[in-house]
């Protein structure tokens, strides 16, 4: 339908082709499809974050902006070797501690800016909602043969969640999160 992590104007944003496979559904759009698909789901995507971040600044609470992701195993016929990935411009201080920790659980291949990096041009949520607000970001890529079914899915939602807790602690004691 509509990528919410892409800029609206990015070609990215309602691709025709995905790798190599056609996309019939966004073939032929109009101005008018357009125009819903960004009405009916990326503004409202993007507001919620928006709102999220707002109700927690109007607290004074500490805001950490993570956006999470999944990747093929092989992409244009090349194998990504990468078990998770940490993705970001500048993060606030976050993408070097996230990587060091991701890193210590010492059995995986942890990239860092891959599969891929930041941009303005070919993404949204952490240009628009981490880096223009100074809020500490990154976006996280698990690998998808990783997350495919629920053990796998418990196993990362469990070992994220611990490194974000000891992330949250450590740039709350250096005062690199943002209230």
């Not at 082709?17 to 559904?25: K, N, Q, V």
């Not at 500490?62 to 970001?88: D, E, K, M, N, Q």
């Not at 709350?172 to 209230?179: E, N, T």
Request: with cysteine.
């Amino acid at each position: 339908m509509i990528d919410c992590n892409r800029p609206f104007e990015s070609p990215g944003s309602i691709p025709l082709m995905s790798e190599a496979t056609h996309i019939p559904g966004n073939d032929g759009l109009n101005f008018e499809d357009i125009a819903a698909r960004r009405r009916e789901i990326f503004t409202p995507y993007h507001a919620r974050i928006a709102q999220a971040i707002d109700r927690r600044a109007a607290k004074n609470l500490p805001t950490i902006l993570l956006s999470l992701h999944s990747f093929t195993p092989v992409y244009a016929g090349v194998a990504r070797p990468w078990h998770v990935g940490t993705l970001y411009q500048n993060g606030n201080g976050l993408p070097p501690l996230l990587l060091k920790l991701l890193r210590a659980e010492g059995h995986f291949l942890v990239g860092d800016n891959e599969p891929y990096s930041v941009s303005d041009a070919t993404d949204y949520t952490i240009p628009v909602h981490g880096e223009r607000r100074g809020i500490a970001n990154s976006g996280i890529e698990i690998r998808q043969d990783l997350i495919t079914d629920e053990a796998g899915q418990i196993e990362w939602a469990e070992r994220l969640a611990r490194i974000v807790h000891e992330i949250e602690g450590r740039l709350l004691a250096q005062g690199l999160v943002k209230r």
